[in-house]
């Protein structure tokens, strides 16, 4: 599950994510990749980017400009992550310390915060100092799918059918979410494990929860997921066996504590079996514009990420 911003078609992000995943996957585990490469493992986009460019271009209408239009929809140029996912991929296995990163951070203008913060982000130390006016108005298709229900149950719709489907096949699952992403995935969850007209899927598990660069530990956000308001008993998913959270140094969004601590009480009442947080990992986006700690492809890409993924397929 990809995360908010402007997107290109979903056949363009789906081939930038494989080569992410696939690249480093490929250095740590040959054989975990194999089975992603030839199918034994499927990898499947949870894809709603068209909504979240479209939220993007009407937030700035200026930004259609530098857009393409296909079928009546807006998308991000196809292309443009290319040349920079190459050098991505070619960084060596061993070169993902901090003394690496500095050295990154020395040679290239450090955003060090999502794209449509760079010019107020500084000062904030997290997301929470903001309030939700303030997200939305940063992040617009953030914002609109945290307040509206239209656009809310646009995206849910979307990420619902692709996890519905294989928990009905009972398939294993590991899902894979960064950022905003991660938002939607915890209120389908939710939404499949708890309501009432999904009880047909309240005994499906999902084995394995990696969430990327997520703002769910977030004070702001955690009072705007779907179960903000249940009754206590109603409270978090229950359908999640393992949960891994993997956050980056100078990632924005992610200034708080992690899943651990803000979620304990899920662990504690057995609705999981267990949340780990890693250890804080460096990532090595380069874009045109600088680095991104925050970007997608840098956390894709990541030894840690990779290994983790490799255990589960290997499982």
């Known amino acids: ?176 979410a960064h950022s905003m992403g991660a938002i939607v995935a915890y209120d389908v969850l939710w939404k499949l494990s708890r309501l009432g007209e999904h009880r047909r899927m309240h005994d499906k598990k999902v084995s394995l929860w990696l969430t990327l660069g997520s703002p769910l530990g977030d004070g702001i956000i955690r009072r705007q997921l779907y179960d903000a308001d249940e009754p206590d008993d109603g409270v978090y998913p229950a359908n999640i066996v393992d949960w891994v959270n993997v956050a980056a140094h100078d990632d924005f969004v992610v200034h708080h504590a992690g899943a651990e601590a803000n979620f304990s009480t899920m662990q504690e009442r057995g609705l999981v079996r267990r949340i780990r947080d890693l250890p804080r990992i460096y990532t090595f986006w380069v874009g045109p514009t600088g680095s991104n700690p925050h970007k997608s492809f840098g956390y894709l890409n990541h030894p840690a990420v990779a290994r983790t993924l490799a255990k589960w397929i290997r499982r």
């Open 1 to 176: 599950m990809h995360g908010r911003g402007a997107k290109p078609e979903r056949r363009v992000l789906l081939a930038n994510v494989q080569q992410a995943l696939l690249g480093r996957l490929a250095q740590v585990d040959r054989d975990a990749a194999g089975a992603l490469e030839q199918g034994a493992v499927r990898l499947t986009l949870a894809y709603y980017g068209d909504i979240t460019t479209q939220l993007m271009v009407e937030a700035r209408p200026e930004r259609a400009a530098s857009m393409i239009r296909r079928h009546g929809k807006v998308y991000e140029p196809p292309g443009e992550d290319r040349p920079w996912l190459d050098r991505l991929v070619a960084r060596p296995l061993r070169r993902h310390s901090a003394e690496d990163y500095r050295q990154l951070v020395r040679e290239h203008r450090n955003l060090r915060f999502l794209d449509d913060v760079l010019r107020v982000a500084s000062p904030l130390g997290s997301l929470t100092r903001l309030g939700i006016g303030a997200i939305a108005r940063l992040f617009p298709d953030l914002g609109a799918y945290l307040r509206t229900r239209r656009w809310g149950s646009a995206i849910r719709r979307r990420v619902q059918r692709v996890l519905g489907l294989a928990l009905r096949q009972g398939d294993d699952l590991a899902i894979v």
